[in-house]
C-alpha cells in the first residue's frame, strides 16, 4: 500500500509558513530597533549600558522611565510618537512543511501548484497580459504576481486551512498559472479525504481551480469527488506545527498565517 502511494507522489513542494500577530509583532519589532540606536547614541549617558546584550536586570528595569525622559526632553512621546524597548519581540511562529504531489494522477493540478511555490512561468501558460481583469475575481486572468509567497491562509477552521488567493488575498480571488481557470482531472477527483494533511485544490464548483488551495486537519469525505487532490503531507511533525498556528488563530482574532517563502523540492 505505502510503495502505491510512493510511485504515485513523485515530486515534492514545501511552504514556509508563519503565524501571530504580525501588526503587534512589527510595531514591537520597530520599537526594539528603537530602543538599540537609543542605548548606542545615549545609554551610556544615562547611566545604562550601551547595548541591549549588556543591560543588567535593574537597568531594563529602569530603561522605559528613562527613555520616556529622554522623549520628553527633547519635546516627544514616547507613549505615541516613537515607542521603544529593549526586549526582544516574542518570535512569531514558524514552520517549513513538506509536500508530497500526486503527478500521475493530476500532473496539470501539480504542474500549476508547483509553478505558484517556485514562482515560475508554465510553458502552457495562456496567460495574456494584455487581456486582464484589474479586480482580480476567482478565475479572471491579472497581472498579479503568480506566486505563493507573502500570501496569507485566509480561512482557517478546526476542520482545514484555506490560502493561495495570490490575486486578492481574501478567497474572492485567485488565478492558475495557466491563465484563469482550470478543467478538474479525473484522477485527481478520486484522491480521498480520509485523513489529516491531505492537500487538494479549493474551488467554486466543477472546473474552477485556480490557485486556491487547503490542508485538511481530520477526515472530510463529503469534499470526495468533489476537489481535486494533489498531494499530502506525510510527516507528522509538520501537521502538528500546522495545527499549532491553526489553534494560535482560532483563539486569537488578530494572529494569522501566512507564507512567507515556498518552493519545490529538486
Request: net charge neutral.
Amino acid at each position: 500500500f505505502l510503495e502505491g502511494i510512493r510511485k504515485k507522489m513523485t515530486s515534492s513542494a514545501w511552504l514556509q509558513l508563519e503565524a501571530g500577530d504580525f501588526a503587534a509583532h512589527e510595531q514591537e519589532t520597530a520599537a526594539f530597533d528603537r530602543g538599540v540606536v537609543f542605548l548606542g547614541e545615549h545609554g551610556e549617558s544615562f547611566g545604562l549600558a550601551a547595548t541591549v546584550e549588556a543591560l543588567n536586570p535593574s537597568q531594563v528595569e529602569m530603561f522605559d522611565e528613562v527613555y520616556s525622559a529622554f522623549m520628553d526632553a527633547n519635546g516627544g512621546s514616547s507613549a505615541e510618537g516613537a515607542p521603544a524597548r529593549c526586549t526582544k519581540p516574542e518570535p512569531l511562529l514558524s514552520a517549513r512543511v513538506s509536500i508530497c504531489l500526486r503527478d500521475q494522477d493530476c500532473p496539470k493540478a501539480v504542474e500549476n501548484f508547483r509553478c505558484l511555490c517556485s514562482g515560475t512561468q508554465s510553458e502552457k501558460s495562456q496567460r495574456d497580459p494584455k487581456r486582464t481583469n484589474k479586480k482580480g475575481a476567482a478565475g479572471d486572468s491579472t497581472a498579479a504576481p503568480l506566486h505563493y509567497r507573502g500570501t496569507v491562509m485566509h480561512r482557517v477552521e478546526k476542520a482545514l486551512v484555506q490560502g493561495g488567493d495570490v490575486t486578492r488575498g481574501d478567497g474572492s480571488g485567485g488565478e492558475s498559472v495557466f491563465g484563469g481557470s482550470f478543467a478538474d482531472e479525473k484522477g485527481g477527483l478520486k484522491g480521498k479525504h480520509d485523513r489529516a494533511g491531505v492537500v487538494g485544490m479549493a474551488n467554486s464548483g466543477k472546473n474552477s481551480n485556480t490557485s486556491q488551495f487547503y490542508i485538511t486537519f481530520e477526515k472530510l469525505p463529503k469534499l470526495d469527488g468533489k476537489h481535486v487532490v494533489i498531494g499530502s503531507i506525510p510527516q507528522q511533525q509538520h501537521l502538528q506545527q500546522l495545527l499549532t498556528m491553526r489553534d494560535l488563530v482560532l483563539s486569537n482574532p488578530s494572529a494569522a498565517i501566512r507564507i512567507a517563502d515556498c518552493g519545490v523540492s529538486p
